[in-house]
Structure formats: C-alpha cells, structure tokens
C-alpha cells in the first residue's frame, strides 16, 4: 500500500530547568537525598534503573491482544494512585536509582492531568540529573497534547500502530480510529519528538502481512518502527506460542525485502535494532517470548491501583496502597519504610519470566491493567 508521507518535525530540545513564574517546570536544584538509599539490586545481581508507571486501566481502544470487548473489570476508582501518591513513589525510587520513567496504561493520555504528571515527574532528581520520562500511547489524543507534553518535559513517545488499514484497524482495536492514530503521529513529528517510535504487535492471519509495509511507513514517515512479539497477557486468555508471529519469522520476511544490519548489543534493551537500507530508519524486533532478555532486565513497574510488579509476568505485587494511605488506624509511612519495601519487592524477583515451563501461569491483570 502507498503511505502519505507526514510533515518533518521541528527539532525537539529538552527545556531548560527554570523557576520563572508560569513557567510550569519546577527548578532542578540537587534533592538532597537523591540516590542515597542505595539501589534496587535482586538476588541475580541486576540493578533496577527503569520504572513504568501505567496511569490508568481506561483506554479509548479495545485491542484484541489486551483487553476484552466488552465487559471489563475496571480498578475501583478509589484504588487508583492520585498524582501526588505517584510522584512520592518515584521520588523514592529515584533515590533508590531509577533513571528512566515511560508512562502508559491503558491509556496514558487519558488521563485528565496527564500535562502536569509529566511536569512534576521529569522535575525530580535522579541520581545523575532529572528522570527522563518517554510514553508508550495509542496516539488518538496527541493533536492537542503533543506540544504541551513536549513542553513539561516528555522526551519520547512510542505510538502504537498494528496495521495502516482502516477496516482491519477497526476490527482490531474495535474501533475505527486510523486516522486519529495517523494524526497523532503527525502531531507527534511536528512537535519534535525524536525518535519517533512505532510499536506494532504481529499477529498470525491478522497484519502480518503488513510487517513490509509498516517499515515503508516508518521510512517514509522519519520513525523507527518495533515490532513485538505479542505475549500471553490478553484478556482473553486465547494466547498460542504456536500462533505467534515470533522474531525469526519477521526478520526472516523483513530480509526479502530490506537490507537488515543490527546495530550493536541488546544489553538491557527489550529490543534487538537494525539498520535499515544504510540507515537512518532502524527496525527493532522485540523477542520477549523467542529470546527473553531477563537476564539483563532492570525494569520495574507500578500499577494505577499502586501495586509494584517486579516483572511483567509476576503473579505476586507488592502493595503500596496501605504504606501511602495509612491503614489499621496507622497514619501513611515514612519514605524509610516505603523504600523498603520498593527494595523487597525488587530482591524477590524471579530470574526469569518462565513462558516456557510447563508450570507457567499467565499474570490476572490483563496488559491494560499492568502497563505495558
Ligand atoms: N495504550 C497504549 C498503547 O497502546 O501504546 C499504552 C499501553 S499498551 C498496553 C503498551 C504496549 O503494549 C503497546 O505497544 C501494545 O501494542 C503492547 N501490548 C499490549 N498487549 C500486548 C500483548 N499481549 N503482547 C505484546 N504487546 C502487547
Ligand atoms: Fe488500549 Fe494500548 Fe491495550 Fe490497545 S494496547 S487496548 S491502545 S492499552
């Protein structure tokens, strides 16, 4: 298919910390306890530096590989973290190492302080300067939040995209919204995000036989494009590791077409990245099921009912609720205890996501309700 081809973005500079009245950003002097709790390191030795945080479990799309089409089981919205709750939970992680924030959901943009989340949480001190917060997000409501995003201090944003066909987006986001997904990409290119991420999830007899043109899309449209593996994290629980579209597979069609050069290690990133045609658009397969990268994993992550998961597929969370509010007549922890509990939840992680055992169970929450 012939894609349209979307305007060149302004070149995207991080603002300058400021105090100036108005100016919405906070001054970035040195916290004074920043990093001083030490890090959150696990039984295997992996030091924990990234932190996503899903905002929401409300999204304004119905992906087939996320969630149900109708009848989901929402959060109670007295569980869901006010913006204050999680800017003190990062605040301590920060000081326990965290360096990386990407927020998401369910969909991030959909919620109603979402400009002022971003603001309050790339103003916090890292241990080697402020949190760089990025977003993963299906892109609808980018037209009118890009610049204003931009402007509190996102870096980068990931839009997801499966397919660049009307009919069959419709059908499997069950809604037919591909042109509000295209323009929050052009928003996103035009207010400078760089790079421009685009994440599609193949699926067998659905759009993969679009693997070629969405890398056309994204060259034609100055991203990246990423495809991944999708994982047993459906509503539905209908996942197949036979069915799945698996890394080899997408490289293997990729080659027929693209001249593939990978560009260096994986290390800690979930994706394997190559150049395409000499550059400058890259292609990154993400073989979370095919070739797990646990061993080198230094994520973490909080749900928007407060529960920290050590892994994607852990079927324990740790509860921060009781420590932030109060419980049994006790008032809300101090950061001490909170930190510790950060730290016990991280030294419990398993070593590795286990899709493969013959025991493995998939996680309650559905990818919307953990965060992607
Ligand atoms: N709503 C936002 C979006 O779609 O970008 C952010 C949340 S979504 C859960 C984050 C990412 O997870 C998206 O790129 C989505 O394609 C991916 N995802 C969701 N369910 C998945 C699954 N079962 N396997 C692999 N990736 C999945
Ligand atoms: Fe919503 Fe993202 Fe899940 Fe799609 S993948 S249903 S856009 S949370």
New binding site residues.
């Given amino acids: 298919m012939s894609a349209v081809p979307l305007p060149m973005p302004a070149t995207l500079a991080r603002p300058e910390p400021t105090d100036e009245a108005g100016s919405g950003r906070a001054t970035r002097g040195p916290r004074a306890g920043a990093g001083s709790r030490g890090q959150l390191v696990d039984r295997f030795g992996r030091v924990h530096r990234d932190l996503r945080i899903s905002l929401t479990d409300r ?1 304004s ?1 119905r ?1 087939t ?2 969630m149900p089409e109708q009848g989901v089981e929402w959060l109670a919205k007295s569980s869901i973290l006010t913006t204050d709750e999680i800017v003190r939970v990062a605040e301590v992680l920060a000081s326990l190492g965290i360096v990386e924030v990407r927020l ?5 943009l959909l919620r109603r302080d979402i400009v002022d989340v971003v603001r309050r949480i790339s103003a916090i001190e890292g241990v080697s300067g402020p949190l760089e917060v990025s977003m ?3 892109g609808l409501k980018l037209p009118e939040l890009a610049d204003p995003l931009r402007d509190a201090g996102l870096t980068r944003v ?3 995209i ?1 397919t660049l066909r009307p009919d069959r987006f419709a059908e499997l986001t069950r809604r037919d919204r591909l042109d509000d997904v295209l323009d929050g990409i052009r928003a996103a290119r035009r207010a400078g995000f760089s790079p421009l991420k685009l ?1 599609a ?1 193949p699926m067998r007899g659905v759009n993969d036989d679009e693997l070629v043109d969405l890398v056309q899309f994204a060259i034609d449209n100055g991203a990246q494009m990423r495809f ?7 509503a539905g629980h209908t ?1 197949s590791r036979t069915e799945m579209v698996g890394a080899d597979e997408i490289l293997d069609r990729l080659t027929r077409r693209f001249t593939l050069t990978p560009i260096g290690e994986r290390g800690s990133s979930p994706a394997q990245d190559y150049l395409v045609d000499g550059g400058p658009t890259t292609v990154g397969l993400i073989a ?1 099921v095919s070739a797990p990268f646990c061993g080198a994993c230094d994520r973490v992550r909080l749900t928007a009912d407060g529960q920290l998961r050590n892994c994607l597929f852990a079927r324990e969370e740790s509860d921060l609720l009781p420590l932030l509010r109060g419980s049994h007549g006790r008032g809300p922890a101090d950061d001490d205890a909170l930190a510790d509990l950060l730290r016990r939840s991280i030294a419990g992680k398993r070593a590795g996501h286990g899709i493969d055992d013959p025991g493995f169970l998939q996680p309650q929450r559905p ?2 309700a953990i ?2």
Avoid: A, K, R
Wanted: charged content about 10%; some cysteine.
């Fill in positions: 999204c799309l992906c590989y996320c998401t959901g369910g969909e991030p993963t997000t299906n990931n839009i997801s499966d994440n999830v991944i593996e999708q994982m047993p994290l459906d996942w979370s990818m919307s965060g992607g």
